[in-house]
Nanobody, 123 residues
Framework: QVQLVESGGGLVQPGGSLRLSCAAS????????MGWYRQAPGKERELVAS???????NYADSVKGRFTISRDNAKNTGYLQMNSLKPEDTAVYYC?????????????????WGQGTQVTVSS
């Protein structure tokens, strides 16, 4: 069984920074692509940032220039660096990854979600 384990959330003042991490619990699964989503109370879950197999990135307009998505293949971990945080960034953040697994020359891909981590931006 493989899991995506998130960390890095917390309480930060407006203008501050946080870095979220999302790690695959087994090293034989690779992170082929990843997205970070967030859900604020009473709102729909929205895509914040994504990174493709070819490392192309996309961002929601509301976070462009402030958030950066990346991944470290050696550590099997994805990241969301969040700078210049605003109160409206307050939400539970979820990572979603396409995990690759190879077995006897065949490659399989599976879609997994992290457990979510709370980010609160408040003075």
């Amino acid at each position: 069984q493989v899991q995506l384990v998130e960390s890095g959330g917390g309480l930060v003042q407006p203008g501050g920074s946080l870095r979220l991490s999302c790690a695959a619990s087994r090293s034989d699964f690779s992170i082929n692509a990843m997205g970070w989503y967030r859900q604020a109370p009473g709102k729909e879950r929205e895509l914040v940032a994504s990174i493709s197999k070819g490392d192309s990135t996309n961002y929601a307009d509301s976070v462009k220039g402030r958030f950066t998505i990346s991944r470290d293949n050696a550590k099997n971990t994805g990241y969301l660096q969040m700078n210049s945080l605003k109160p409206e960034d307050t939400a539970v953040y979820y990572c979603n990854a396409l995990l690759g697994y190879s077995d006897y020359g065949l490659t399989y891909e599976y879609d997994y979600w992290g457990q979510g981590t709370q980010v609160t931006v408040s003075s």
